[in-house]
């Protein structure tokens, strides 16, 4: 082991010393009993907060749930309606080509934040540090809400899929059979309940289910991509790829708008990589087992994402009836306009599993950035119940229950018509804006004070995030478009999202300024973070780490 010197105020060691750790404190301050620690649980000490779930998930397990988060097959099933419903089948060929371009450099320059802080807080925790003392409270406070709106809203946006598959599917075996909304709403509450209990459980069970459902995932994900075009009635079997790569408009906007509104879908099934960041710790390793869990999450959806969507794009013949189908799921209407019935209620059954699982994986993330904000009091007289872990399965259960109570009455919106539309929304946006943040701060203020951890980017941080931040800025505005404009705008047809979305976000905002800045000061650490050049006390470290002098930064002989 090697005890790490004090920093000096440029940000490097003096003489030939070990390298630092991801964090500083005052002089003569530091954890308890930090030489009695293993390493995740003194690099997490130095982040200020004590180990508090057990760390049974590694790469593969946070891998997993990530991957589960995502579902790719049930996602691009739920969000027809957003991508190849608004600008045709470009949306599902060159348009996700181009957006996961930007929304890998988005994933990258988060890994390499969740291996320099590896803490459940995530994004919100980063966003603290990286701003500083001033500003570190409202970069948290807003990074943090908007964070949790998304995780909120993942589960019943899922299952709200999962349950209207399942509805459609009796459709399809029994035509005279129309589900109602409300038939809907309690199946998804129904959905919902199932998924807090299982969340509720003990961390190594929960691994085990995440595991089963990721291979489910993506053997169900491969079987639709090999019985899709080998068992498809189309005569011909594909349409052209001058029809394929084509744009098709069905909003009353110009084309390039349509396009980037259709990002919506790609965006929103795109948005499950930072859960490996929010189970860091419970991971073992995890300043490189959760790098790599993100990386792998992203880098995976990307490709298997684009193999679907392009079959997607070659053999669906007429998008009109799929998005505008009496079954009220247009991965339903597709799978009957291109397939035997039999084949595709299979299919159909696949992804209904493969939803199942997303949602239990949504609903596992949501919990642990609820815990890590109530940690901090983010939710005011909330956060006392919200921070509590159970004595018996160690798992924040009241967190779990909290979310499915909000999940449920945002339900509630199924009777609203098109406003159920605007948890898809939310999802994506507040995602990204969350995301963009800490790195935002990173690449603009921090740049090269940045204490990078053993997985980084190196000499292609700062353009990695900047291009990530870019396409945040010129994509979200589009998502709140409504797909029709002028005397054919209605409230039905009206897009709601800057009103679930902004108005929350407003009120968050209003609240910080009036009364929570009184109180609240972000983590709730006894350190300064070395990125404002503050002092560093000596943390022992693995001696087996290289130096990265330049940086000042533990690295391993491989950055990935």
Same mark, same amino acid.
């Given at each position: 082991m090697a005890i790490i010197p004090k920093i000096d105020g440029d940000g490097h060691p003096p003489g030939d010393g070990a390298p630092p750790v991801t964090t500083v404190f005052k002089d003569g301050e530091g954890p308890d009993h930090l030489s009695d620690m293993e390493g995740d649980d003194a690099a997490l000490a130095a982040l200020g907060y004590k180990q508090e779930f057990k760390r049974e998930f590694s790469a593969w397990t946070s891998f997993a749930v990530s991957f589960a988060v995502m579902g790719l097959l049930p996602s691009i099933a739920t969000t027809m309606w957003y991508g190849i419903g608004y600008a045709g089948p470009a949306a599902n060929t060159w348009g996700w080509l181009v957006s996961v371009i930007f929304i890998l450099c988005i994933a990258l320059s988060m890994a390499e934040l969740a291996s320099s802080m590896p803490t459940s807080g995530g994004l919100y925790y980063a966003a603290a540090v990286l701003a500083g003392p001033k500003y570190g409270p409202l970069a948290a406070w807003v990074t943090g809400w908007s964070n949790w709106f998304v995780q909120v809203t993942g589960a019943p946006s899922v299952n709200y899929g999962g349950a209207s598959m399942i509805l459609a599917a009796a459709s399809i075996v029994n035509p005279d059979?129309?589900?109602?909304? =409300?038939?809907?709403?309690?199946?998804?509450?129904?959905?919902?309940?199932?998924?807090?209990?299982?969340?509720?459980?003990?961390?190594?069970?929960?691994?085990?289910?995440?595991? +089963?459902? #990721? #291979?489910?995932?993506?053997? &169900?994900?491969?079987?639709?991509?090999?019985?899709?075009? #080998?068992?498809?009635?189309?005569?011909?079997?594909?349409?052209?790829?001058?029809?394929? @790569?084509?744009?098709?408009?069905?909003?009353? @906007?110009?084309?390039?708008?349509? $396009?980037?509104?259709?990002?919506?879908?790609?965006?929103?099934?795109?948005?499950?990589?930072?859960?490996?960041?929010?189970?860091?710790?419970? !991971?073992?390793? &995890?300043?490189?087992?959760?790098p790599r869990a993100i990386v792998m999450t992203a880098a995976s959806g990307s490709v298997l994402g684009f193999v679907l969507n392009v079959l997607i794009a070659y053999t669906i013949t007429d998008i009109d009836a799929v998005i505008n189908t009496e079954l009220g799921q247009p991965w339903a209407a597709y799978l009957i306009q291109v397939l035997p019935q039999k084949a595709a209620l299979a299919v159909l059954a696949l992804t209904i599993v493969c939803?199942?699982?997303?949602?239990?994986?949504?609903? %596992?993330?949501?919990?642990? +950035? !609820?815990?890590?904000?109530?940690?901090?009091?983010?939710?005011? %007289?909330?956060? +006392?119940?919200?921070?509590?872990?159970?004595? =018996?399965?160690?798992?924040? %259960?009241?967190? +779990?229950?909290?979310?499915?109570? $909000?999940?449920?009455?945002l339900l509630l919106l199924i009777f609203g018509g098109a406003a159920i539309d605007a948890i898809f929304s939310i999802g994506a946006i507040a995602a990204f804006i969350a995301f963009s943040i800490p790195i935002f701060i990173k690449i603009a203020f921090v740049r090269n004070k940045f204490r990078r951890g053993p997985w980084h980017l190196g000499a292609f941080s700062l353009p990695i995030g900047a291009l990530g931040c870019a396409f945040v800025l010129v994509i979200t505005p589009f998502f709140a478009f409504p797909s029709v404009n002028g005397a054919d705008l209605t409230l039905e047809e009206m897009n709601w999202t800057s009103l679930v979305y902004g108005a929350p976000m407003l009120f968050v905002i209003i609240w910080f300024f009036v009364d929570a800045h009184k109180w609240f000061k972000g983590p709730k650490i006894n350190i300064e973070h070395h990125m404002n050049a503050r002092a560093i006390e000596g943390l022992e470290v693995p001696a087996n780490k290289n130096m990265d002098i330049e940086s000042g930064s533990m690295s391993k002989e491989s950055t990935t």
């Open positions: 059979y129309v589900p109602t909304s =409300y038939q809907t709403f309690l199946l998804t509450t129904f959905i919902m309940i199932i998924h807090a209990c299982i969340s509720s459980m003990p961390t190594l069970w929960i691994a085990h289910f995440n595991s +089963v459902g #990721t #291979t489910i995932n993506i053997l &169900a994900l491969i079987v639709t991509i090999i019985i899709i075009p #080998t068992t498809t009635n189309n005569i011909p079997k594909f349409q052209p790829s001058s029809v394929a @790569w084509s744009i098709e408009n069905f909003t009353d @906007w110009p084309d390039g708008i349509a $396009v980037l509104m259709s990002f919506l879908a790609i965006c929103w099934t795109m948005s499950g990589y930072d859960a490996p960041f929010h189970l860091a710790e419970e !991971c073992s390793n &995890a300043a490189i087992a959760s939803a199942f699982s997303m949602g239990q994986g949504c609903m %596992v993330a949501a919990s642990r +950035v !609820c815990f890590a904000y109530a940690r901090d009091d983010c939710f005011g %007289v909330l956060s +006392v119940p919200l921070k509590r872990v159970n004595k =018996y399965t160690r798992t924040p %259960v009241n967190a +779990v229950w909290f979310n499915t109570t $909000v999940g449920i009455l």
